[in-house]
């Protein structure tokens, strides 16, 4: 039954997955293609408007130069010979204006559709990522909850989680250790005393008679 819910489980993510794949592929459109290309255009925008502008200083500096020559009533070369280049500024001046207002049209074009998208379609996205998810969710808690699994019963030996300093199982007899406590507590403490006093005078005596009788074969000797 664990097996199965695990495999429900699974088949859940494959779902999910194949949703949350076309949304990445989506998401994937717009960061790499549609952005950059309104970069692109912008920059072109820019440089169109950096043309244009340009002329129109030139323009001014030569009317300037004109008026000045005018005021100070002296005859300006370039007025004489036709003026050519005056005029040659103006035409291009008008070009560079009509690119500068195409390319700005299509500057608050691309501006305007990258705005709606990042605000309809990346709502659109995160609501169908946010469904999925609850959707997986949803299903895995019906699957575990028909499952059944938990608790688990376990069958163990009465010493089965008693370890040893060696990290191996082993026994403890509990009621002869109980037994000992008995005979230890039963004991008199007088009793105990004198024994360990025995035990430890008697190795004295038994040494001294060793020193006497080795003193006595060297006296004779």
């Not at 030139?58 to 000045?68: A, F, L, Q, R, S």
């Not at 997986?136 to 938990?150: E, I, N, R, W």
């Not at 019963?153 to 509990?174: A, F, R």
């Not at 039963?186 to 190795?203: N, Y």
């Amino acid at each position: 039954m664990f097996g199965e819910a695990h495999r429900s489980i699974e088949k859940s993510a494959i779902k999910m997955l194949r949703t949350v794949k076309p949304m990445i592929s989506d998401l994937n459109t717009y960061l790499n293609k549609a952005v950059p290309d309104t970069r692109l255009t912008i920059k072109k925008y820019l440089d169109a408007k950096f043309e244009y502008l340009s002329y129109c200083l030139k323009v001014k500096e030569m009317d300037d130069e004109e008026y000045g020559y005018s005021l100070l009533q002296e005859p300006l070369y370039r007025v004489e010979t036709g003026n050519y280049e005056y005029r040659l500024i103006l035409r291009c001046r008008q070009e560079a204006r009509t690119r500068f207002a195409q390319m700005r049209s299509d500057v608050l074009v691309k501006l305007e559709l990258l705005d709606n998208k990042h605000v309809q379609d990346i709502v659109f996205q995160l609501q169908r990522l946010v469904s999925a998810m609850a959707k997986y969710h949803t299903d895995c808690h019906s699957v575990l909850k028909g499952a059944q699994v938990f608790p688990i019963e376990v069958d163990l030996t009465k010493n089965m989680l008693t370890n040893t300093t060696l990290g191996q199982y082993s026994e403890i007899p509990v009621e002869e250790e109980g037994e000992d406590e008995d005979s230890v507590s039963t004991k008199d403490p007088a009793e105990s005393a004198a024994e360990f006093s025995e035990g430890v005078q008697q190795p004295e005596h038994s040494n001294a008679g060793e020193i006497d009788l080795i003193a006595t074969e060297d006296l004779f000797d």
